[in-house]
């Protein structure tokens, strides 16, 4: 059996009831927080950039627009809003995004014709595990060689996703993976640009055309997986991925429950999350004023400085990639917030003076067990001498371990939301998503996604 068949028969075969309580729990929990930054990323010039070069019509609602479009743009539009912000989900187990590029290809889907709930759900929960046992086989090489794995996996999620929600059987569902095998791509030397959320609208439609495709009898390598020029010798290369866990850890736990869904508290790169607990930590407790800090200096693992050692950034989308800015922002404002990666926040000159000041280094074994890969530690000296520091395993919400209290990500959602919708409907919507597996078509929370007029984001 070709790797393909067998992610597509488990996928395919996956049933509500076969869901452990726990799993429609995290779903709701990963869909509530979905909807909540995509909404927030449409005003974002990314989305308003793509949304004005595409011009189809259809029935897919653009979230938090008036406009409706073709599913296969919706997917793209809405794709590229939800990782925006970079305030979306992450999994441990994937090295990325998992939700994001899954769900805006589920709801353009269901947007087309009556889907319900359960079987939502069901489809989100397929799509989610097939990328993150992906993840399994063949991280972290495949994220430290340079790929960006939430678009060079999520296509896979959301090719079986897709392919779940339109009942596509083993066959025709492994025919979508080969098919996304061809389609998957992103790079992380475009982090810190308008690219980097267009690679996740971009996988989002992708695995929506390759369920579509094999829906209608297009053909692929049912191989295209482990050829020895397929994705895996081609993405990683041999000897750098083993496929061996994939079966035997197949829902044994779901990925969705553990490692789980990990929540951002900040809308940046979740690779900075940790020092940012620790600065705001460590301000709070001592009351620590900009002009009394001498120097800051900050220890992140290797794979996450990569990409957020940046000590002068240029634009708010670089700021978002800078462990330096964010650590600044943490200090003078003891918050870290969308509004800090909007406008010309970036020229604040209180932060700008810190920078200087902010020196990032990787952690050894000294500081943390190797296999401690999200924690940072944090040391401040004063100017009068002293020093106090702090560090932290993993930030708040990274893992089922630490999640993200319940009101924190109803006020997460109703903040973003906020910002194309009428702050009073947010509530209701948040109640919706909550009770997701009792609905019985999903237009019935779809409609609840368009503003009033006066409040309708042009997208």
Not at 115 to 139: C, H, M, P, Q
Not at 372 to 401: C, M, N, W, Y
Request: charge should be neutral.
């Amino acid at each position: 059996m070709t790797l393909a068949l067998e992610l597509a028969t488990r996928s395919s075969r996956l049933g509500f009831e076969d869901l452990p309580p726990q799993a429609v729990r995290a779903a709701k929990v990963g869909i509530l927080d979905l909807v909540g930054v995509t909404l927030a990323g449409m005003v974002e010039p990314t989305t308003r950039i793509l949304a004005g070069v595409l011009a189809s019509d259809g029935d897919s609602v653009i979230f938090g627009t008036a406009r409706r479009t073709s599913a296969l743009d919706a997917a793209l539009i809405n794709g590229t809003a939800s990782h925006a912000l970079d305030f979306d989900d992450m999994n441990n187990t994937l090295g990325g995004h998992p939700t994001a590029p899954i769900l805006p290809a589920l709801f353009a889907l269901a947007d087309q014709h009556p889907v319900d709930g359960r079987r939502f759900i069901t489809a989100y929960v397929a799509g989610f595990e097939t990328e993150s046992k992906l993840g399994l086989a063949v991280n972290f090489h495949h994220y430290s060689k340079g790929w960006h794995p939430t678009a060079t996996l999520g296509v896979f999620g959301a090719a079986a996703a897709a392919s779940r929600l339109l009942d596509l059987d083993a066959d025709r569902t492994a025919v979508a993976l080969a098919i996304a095998a061809s389609l998957s791509s992103g790079l992380k030397a475009n982090f810190g640009t308008m690219t980097k959320p267009l690679h996740v609208g971009h996988c989002s439609r992708n695995g929506l055309f390759a369920a579509l495709l094999a829906r209608d009898g297009f053909t692929a390598n049912p191989g295209a997986l482990e050829h020895k020029q397929g994705f895996l010798e081609v993405f990683n290369g041999a000897g750098a991925y083993d496929v061996g866990p994939i079966a035997a850890r197949w829902g044994a736990p779901f990925d969705i429950v553990s490692p789980g869904i990990a929540l951002k508290q900040y809308p940046c790169c979740g690779s900075t999350h940790p020092a940012i607990d620790v600065m705001i930590d460590l301000a709070r407790r001592h009351d620590l004023k900009p002009d009394a800090v001498a120097r800051i200096e900050s220890w992140t693992h290797e794979r996450r400085l990569q990409h957020t050692n940046r000590p002068d950034p240029q634009s708010e989308l670089d700021a978002k990639f800078s462990v330096q800015y964010c650590l600044a922002r943490a200090l003078v404002d003891r918050s870290v917030k969308i509004e800090d990666f909007e406008s010309d926040a970036v020229r604040d000159p209180n932060v700008r003076a810190l920078l200087p000041r902010i020196h990032a280094a990787t952690y050894g074994t000294d500081r943390f067990p190797a296999d401690q890969h999200f924690g940072a530690e944090v040391a401040v000296t004063l100017t009068d001498g002293r020093i106090v520091s702090g560090k932290i395993e993993e930030p708040l919400g990274r893992s089922a371990r630490s999640p993200l209290p319940a009101d924190r990500l109803r006020e997460k959602f109703v903040n973003c939301a906020a910002r194309v919708l009428p702050r009073a409907i947010a509530p209701a919507l948040a109640d919706q998503i909550e009770a997701i597996d009792t609905i019985a078509d999903l237009r019935q929370l779809t409609g609840l996604l368009v503003p009033p007029a006066p409040q309708r984001a042009r997208a």
